[in-house]
């Protein structure tokens, strides 16, 4: 490994290798050290080959049968195995197991007591028989004297006899085969939550164009050919002879009704992007275009009938039951007025192309592309083998407006175009982002990951006991090895179409979304949007590359759900933090109520000292005796008293001020 750079830079391993072999030399001193190293090595080696090539299970034999002698006895006839850390397991004779001792071993192990006779007197039970390799030391030899410090003691084992032992365990056997469903699944998460925001993704596909072309196409006319002609005289002619009536129409009319509604506004709306001149021109061209005010009035009675229809059972899906409900709002506010709406020029040009705009849509639309945006973060956050390095910075750099509150019912407020150019642009930014997403998930599980090993029993057979007998066996379940190994047989049926698929899709280019071009002049030539309201297949290599990976074929084993792991708080844990906040919640009580004190107590030495000085005033300048002068002394009495006057008596503070606090007022 190369140190000169840090991080083994230069091609070089970054960490030391996980196999060394020893290498030998003339005038060598060989040790112990260099001799087990050796074998180690070996060792490690077939193990690595056996686990990887093969994995694990039954190679040949080790047939299990009832024993001639009957009772809880089995025989196992001579075969080869592997377990799943690669080690060999060989019986070579004819076994004798009995099934009842190993059961009784199982429970005194478990429960840790012999409870005697422990055969099960009522129902059978099912247990499955493994094989498990096990290592003996055996032949032991003295060892000759050395120079070490510290000598072996008594006899060392100079051999490790390779060998086996039957256990019996509850049937429910691990299964290490690997199906390459449950990988796509780990990649792309729960399954109604990638779908959810995969329809989402196909709508906004369905309008990513429509939108374009409408926000920098504007004052273009869309070309009106045949098919449009075509379009409009059937939708015309089923819609003047069906759409009229009293009540509302019944699901299955109300969605065929929708559908000629949309098409004979889209014809009317191409008709409205002409100017006078041009229409004109029209009705010369198509003689069809010459009742367009009865197509108006028609398209006015269906769309007043539809409203009143019940949209929820005419259109469980309320992605669907959206884009019909855009179809009678928008159709009766833009193209149904004699002389159209020549104030929303976008929304025109949008029904025009099959693909109304309406507010309600305009808000669901900016909802799903948070969600898909969301979606694709989330999961590439947790994508462990992601191969498109620049995919992660491309969704969070696509600009995704803002959500809005939603609307009310049959709004028609407008869209601008710069809000149309903003949601074409995040549309076609995140569709491109989920079709990369979809093939590097899918090219992906063409590369199998190495099987976890924690259980190296090989199961033989199912045994099913009633009491102490054996009744039933069965070997036809357990894992046999295959070429390449279990984990690779189910690869088997499917393995050359993916790989064939794999060539067209994983290894291409990354797809780029291209803006549909403008001609320089003339009518802009826009098919109409077949199928907006159908089912939206897919197809394409990828989506058959997915169904593949994801539909088990006859006797495959089914896909492993991801399940999500959810993180919970113990109860330890909770109590001891709702105890904790308790305390703390005391101790906030209690250090308000001392500070209460303190401020009470402040006060308190603030009056004693007002009030001290006070009563030192009062004893230093006595008060004038009554009649005295001012100049008259302190220790004479007045004029016909015999005593010297008394001192005056100390003032309290009354009942009313005696809490008042120094400077305010009583």
Sequence with gaps: MRTDCGCGCGGDATRTSAFVRPRFFAGQLLTEDDLSLLVEYTTAKRRLHNRSLYGPGVICGLGV????????????????????????????????VDVTALVRERRISALGVDCGEDCDDEGGRRYGLYVRYQELPVEPVAPYATEEPCPSPGCVPSRIQEGFRFVVKCDDSEDHRHNPGTRLLAT????????RARTRDRRLGHYADALTLASTGTGRTFRFDAADAQRYATAFAWLRDNAGGEGPPPPPTAREMTEHVRGLAAAVARFDTYDAAGQGQLRQDYPDLATVREARGALGTACQRLRDADMEAAWPDPLRRTLAHAVVTETAARVVPERGDPDAPLEVRMLAQGTPLGHALR?????????IREWLLCRLDQAADLADCALRRDVAAADVPAPLPAPPTDSTEKATIAEAQQIAEAATALGTAMMRFLTDAA???LNPPCGDCTDTDVLLAHVELDGCDVVRVCSATREQVLPGGSAYGEWLPKLYRLRELAERVCCQPLPVYRTLPLPTEGPVARPYADGLLGDWPRGGDLEEMLSLLLTPAPGETPPKALHEQVYTTPSEVTDSMQELARLRTQVADLTAAVEGLRSHMGSAETQMTQLKEQLGDRDDTPDPAPGGGADQAPDEAPDGADEPPKPPAKRTRSPRTRNQKPGETP
């Design 363 to 371: 808000v669901e639309f900016r909802a799903d592309l948070a969600l």
């Design 443 to 445: 090219c992906a599980t």
């Design 65 to 96: 049968t009832c024993d001639p002698c009957g009772g809880g006895t089995l025989a196992v006839h001579p075969g080869h195995a592997l377990d799943c850390a690669g080690n060999d397991i060989v019986v070579s004779c004819t076994e004798r």
């Design 188 to 195: 792309i998460g729960d399954l109604p939550r990638a779908d």
